[in-house]
């Protein structure tokens, strides 16, 4: 589903991602793991289309995403609504005047009648146990309430694959277990899930796949995570980020 061949991206003058080649299946789940700084957030803005290469190739469903590409509205929407990007910043995600409203956005935009969009609100709220939020003004929930909220706005656009940049921080244990659980529901439906995280216990219990990056912006590993037991000290080295 994406292909991503010798990608360079350069904030300024430094690269924040180094000849990075990777290609990511449909319904896969896919863990990326690196120290602070090392271009996860960097990797998954480039996937949703926000930035472009400053070289290499980017592939979506075998079409090169380039400035050309993301010019056009239809194309650039097919992909926004396939790849689902929950934000780190839940902040940057939230513009509503309600949490209803916020979850009925993405559909709207889509053009699906409205009983439909009641239906996937409704069904996202119970989902995410967050009914309680409905009629809330999204930037005043709490850091953790956004985030559930800002999940729940990318659920209900029912994309083919949803990225997720470091979507434990800042939850309770009783909603990271019940993210965790969701996370593996929603790939044995057969959603692909790439997210970035600290945390190599979370990791474990959601992604079948880990990609490592170093400090130099590189990916260093790929690897099936039933591999990891086999690399002492690579586990060690995930253990401590
Ligand atoms: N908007 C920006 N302008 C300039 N440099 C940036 C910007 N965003 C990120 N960077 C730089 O790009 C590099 C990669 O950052 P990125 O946020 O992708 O890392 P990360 O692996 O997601 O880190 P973390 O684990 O801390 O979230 C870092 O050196 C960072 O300082």
Redesign the pocket.
Known sequence: MLVLQHIHYA??QSD?LSDISLTINAGEAVAFM??????????FKLINGLIQPSAGQYYFKDQLVDTRFLKKPTQATALHRAIGFVF?NSDVQLFNETVRAELAFGPEQMGLAPDVIQQRVNDCLALLQIEKLADRVPYQLSGGEKKLVALGSVLTMNPEMIVL??PFNGLSAAYQALLIRLLQQLNAAGKGILI?S?NLAQVKQVAKRLVV?NEN?QVTHDLPLTKLKQKPVLQQTLALL
Do not use: I, R, V
């Open positions: 904030y300024s924040s690196g120290p602070n700084g090392s271009g996860k957030s960097t990797l780190q940049d470091e970035a600290h990056f912006h």
